[in-house]
């Protein structure tokens, strides 16, 4: 963890801070799995700089043994403070008996994929067409281009199985 990061537990006076970032990201709403989940109403992990102010968000769901890194949203890459918040859900995850992290990408997303596959996240499952159907069913916002361009299509799975 980058030594001038702190993780902690968003209380519900931090509501507004992480509903910010949600809404920031256009991550309020997620479609993922055949389903939308608001994330707003999911747990939330801050991380705070030394002066106090939140330079990331990650939310999260126990669910059958396992945690699922629903959002992730840092203020600058490459700092650590992603790092952080991963390692931070492991240790939730962990804490509550939880035996796999899992998330969901999409196909544009290549920082990501390198991001988590860095941190040791396998790739578990690709849904070729997910987010067309999202798109079309479930959350029409969401955009048909993403990162560098790419035509946003289909869903990735990643998965770590937590010691």
């Given at each position: 963890?980058?030594?001038?990061?702190?993780v902690?537990?968003?209380?519900e006076?931090?509501?507004?801070v992480?509903?910010?970032?949600?809404?920031?990201?256009?991550?309020?709403?997620?479609?993922?799995?055949?389903?939308?989940?608001?994330?707003?109403r999911?747990?939330?992990?801050?991380?705070?700089?030394?002066e106090?102010?939140?330079?990331?968000?990650?939310?999260?769901?126990?669910?059958?043994?396992?945690?699922?890194?629903?959002?992730?949203h840092?203020?600058?890459?490459?700092?650590?403070?992603?790092?952080?918040?991963?390692?931070?859900?492991?240790?939730?995850?962990?804490?509550?008996?939880?035996?796999?992290?899992?998330?969901?990408?999409?196909?544009?997303?290549?920082?990501?994929?390198?991001?988590?596959?860095?941190?040791?996240?396998?790739?578990?499952?690709?849904r070729?067409?997910?987010?067309?159907?999202?798109?079309?069913?479930?959350?029409?916002?969401?955009?048909?281009?993403?990162?560098?361009?790419?035509?946003?299509?289909?869903?990735?799975?990643?998965?770590?199985?937590?010691?």
């Amino acid at each position: 963890m980058a030594p001038w990061v702190r993780v902690r537990p968003a209380s519900e006076s931090d509501r507004s801070v992480v509903d910010a970032y949600l809404e920031t990201s256009h991550t309020a709403l997620v479609a993922r799995r055949g389903e939308l989940v608001d994330a707003r109403r999911e747990p939330a992990l801050l991380a705070e700089d030394d002066e106090g102010t939140v330079v990331g968000v990650a939310t999260w769901i126990v669910s059958g043994g396992e945690i699922e890194l629903l959002t992730l949203h840092v203020s600058r890459q490459w700092s650590g403070i992603g790092s952080a918040l991963v390692d931070a859900v492991m240790s939730v995850g962990r804490t509550r008996g939880c035996r796999r992290l899992w998330l969901v990408t999409t196909n544009d997303n290549v920082d990501a994929l390198r991001f988590y596959q860095r941190r040791g996240l396998r790739l578990r499952a690709l849904r070729a067409g997910a987010v067309d159907d999202a798109r079309r069913t479930l959350k029409p916002a969401i955009p048909e281009r993403g990162l560098h361009d790419i035509p946003i299509r289909d869903e990735l799975e990643l998965a770590l199985e937590l010691d």
